[in-house]
């Protein structure tokens, strides 16, 4: 076969006798099974050859060389995502065209959107490296960056050397611990625990649930909450597009580089690794079983057709429906991940969940609050009641998802800055997310122009022990690891803004 995934305009024929039929362009096929593209393999970073980066970085190449107006060239591709009109951070390049700032995020669109798109760049991509390495038939799998296995936590090393122009997979809009070697992202950063433990795949606070929950927050689905139609910016996002997805971006821009920005992050070639990652972990997830399932019956997700370029420069489109199996669909899977628990739209359905009761709030604590460079500490009071119910729990602590903090209205007043946030933390010891105080992270990859609010939870049933029974303490410790001392007392160094996110409320709800 010389000509892998052709996508939907591939032409199926069925031969069923084993007849080898030569097409008029010289490509055999032989039989109906063969007649459909190979499936190939998409690899982590450092298992691919250094012939196989060469080649991956001359497709870059070729890709950067072209117009702004091409809808094959790097430029082009990146704007799909997020384009620049006034930006400091990244310069703007041309003027508007078709599908520019169409990234779908903070709903349960973001994983379907995002594999789409890497799905035509990978495309593209494969068309570039044939051309610039003179091998029509190459296969290039578009390789992902496993931040999360501890051997992984640095930048791969392909993107930060050598570190200059010579090197097309280099940019130097990242933090410097990124670009310098040492720990880009942190394994509190890069954990998908909470994010694998989740049941729902979307939630539904209105509107069509079919295949959503209701009654919960949408950081307590995979997804993400359902919307109506696309959003580029939508405020309902599942705990997987904020962690790891968001607190990566946020981590490897900081507040000034590429990846924390809507607008400028898929120029940094780690974008599409990071998101081939994120892909790969929207199957890991369903390999889980337990009930993990698409949300296909649900016409909005289903049926929403989004529309990219192929390496011909034509628009394209696609749907939820033809996206959900990876490898049948799209030709592609990850090494090491088989494709299971896939039902496709045509052949399974999904049924509207139960509803859930509104969880009922224990405590508040109204605080409108800003975090910048500094901690901060937001007390949440108990009443005796409340207090004396925490105490019973703690002796048979419950299930996850009975109890939890929520984070109310936050917003992003300026991208990529990591926050920590920990339970009483006792005065005088120092933060440390691997230990027993360390509750979560917020770091929301959110476009700042828009205002969304969102809200993050953080589950506690393991945790009421630790909750005390007049008063709570939260405290949020920004995450630095460009900073030599980071932590309480380490001020903003200069030239970054004094504050990144603020919040309005917290709520200890129960269920
Ligand atoms: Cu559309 Cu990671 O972003």
Redesign the pocket.
Known sequence: MSNRANGRSRVSIGVSTGLVFVLAGGLALCGARSARAAVHTRKEISHLTSTEIANYRKGVALMQSRAFNDPTSWIYQANM??YPTNSAICPVVGTPQPQWST???GSFF?LA??RMYLYYFERILQAAVRQAIHNPTYVFSLPFWNYEDPAHRQLPAPFRSPADSTNPLWVKQRTTNCNNGSTCISSADASDTVAMGLIPFCSCSGGSCTGCQTGISSDQSFGGGFISAPNHSASVPGELELQP??VV?NAVGGPVGWMSY?TC??RDPI?WL??AN?DRLWQVWLNKLGGRKNPISNTTWAKQTFTFFDETKHAVTLTGCQIVNMATQLNYQYEGVPVTNVQLCTTGTVAREAALAAPKALAAAAAETRLGSASVSVKVAMSTTVGAHIQALARKPPKPGHLWLAVEGIKVLHPGAVYHVYLNLPAGQKPDPAGPYFLGTIAP?MDEEHGAELTRTFDLSSKVKAMGKGEMQLTFVRERLDAAKAGAAAAAPAGEPDTFLSFSKVTLLER
Do not use: L, P
Request: net charge neutral.
């Open positions: 995502h997020g990234c779908q995020h973001f959107w995002h997805h968001g971006h809507f992050a898929a974008f990071h998101h994120i990859f």
